[in-house]
């Protein structure tokens, strides 16, 4: 049986609907790269989002929309101009490293603008693990509270209201291999 791949996209602000028909392996980074064309936006889609509204989650940049029936994507797009209408500051983090009993800490500066992740990231990094490869994880935990949901992931500090010289605990989680 045939099974049709037309997903319905909103793009907000703009409230302009637009059916397009496209694979499961599709990615996020796809969708935007292609909406970008289509309309002619200029800039960088850094601080874009995309909400499945059928599976009720936010989308990261590298997942894949998959094979759901009358899927609907909300796209909420910011322009450069918006973004640089924000006060973009340096913003110093110590990232305190809890693995199995082994406390590690290291200090390194992030931008007000960059999204939360960026820790988990930086950790992952900074123990020379790779993200790419279902190994570990990181669970990041801001003054006590989990801060490990796609949608707090992928808010910004300042949207956060994450200051200067915060401490984050970032617990590494131990998934194959």
């Keep these: 049986m045939f099974q049709s791949n037309l997903k319905t996209i909103i ?3 703009l409230n302009h609907n637009m059916m ?5 392996t599709t990615t996020v980074f796809e969708l935007f790269e292609s909406i970008k064309i289509h309309f002619k936006f200029e800039g960088s889609f850094k601080q874009w989002t995309c909400y499945s509204v ?13 094979n759901y029936q009358d899927e609907i994507f909300n796209v909420h797009i910011k322009s ?12 110093n983090i110590q990232i305190d490293i ?15 603008n960059d999204v939360i992740q960026s820790v988990a990231q930086a950790t992952l990094s ?3 693990l790779s993200d790419q490869q279902d190994v570990a ?41």
């Design 137 to 177: 994880a990181v669970d990041l935990f801001i003054f006590g509270q989990p801060y490990n949901d796609k949608i707090k992931r992928f808010k910004s500090f300042s949207d956060l209201q994450i200051k200067n010289n915060t401490t984050i605990e970032a617990r590494i989680r131990w998934i194959g291999g």
């Design 20 to 24: 397009v028909e496209l694979q499961s």
């Design 98 to 112: 809890k693995d199995s009993g082994i406390i590690r800490k290291f200090q390194t500066i992030f931008k007000s």
């Design 126 to 128: 900074y123990c020379q």
């Design 54 to 66: 059928s599976r009720q989650k936010w989308l990261n940049i590298s997942e894949e929309i998959g």
């Design 11 to 13: 793009i907000l602000p």
């Design 80 to 91: 450069d101009l918006e973004s640089q209408n924000e006060k973009i500051e340096d913003i």
